[in-house]
């Protein structure tokens, strides 16, 4: 099953859909991708979670 990585809008709290958790704007969480995610989604409550790109490596000794 295809899932999501999530998070909750600054300041608020979503309910998972299985398990006594909530989703908040500390930590990311993967989600089922069900139509309950993609409401809260539509709704805003919710945010999708695009992990930060690594930094670029500079090359040792390249002058710029």
């Known amino acids: 099953m295809k899932t ?3 998070i909750a809008r600054q ?5 998972m ?3 006594r958790a909530m989703i ?3 930590t990311p969480k993967d989600v ?3 139509p309950y995610y993609r409401r809260r989604l539509a709704d ?3 945010l999708l979670w695009e992990s930060p ?3 670029a ?3 040792k000794g390249s002058k710029e």
């Open 4 to 6: 999501l990585t999530v």
């Open 44 to 46: 805003g409550d919710l």
């Open 24 to 26: 908040t704007d500390a």
């Open 53 to 55: 790109a690594p930094a």
């Open 32 to 34: 089922p991708d069900v």
């Open 11 to 15: 300041g608020v709290a979503v309910p």
């Open 57 to 59: 490596k500079s090359k």
């Open 17 to 19: 859909l299985t398990v």
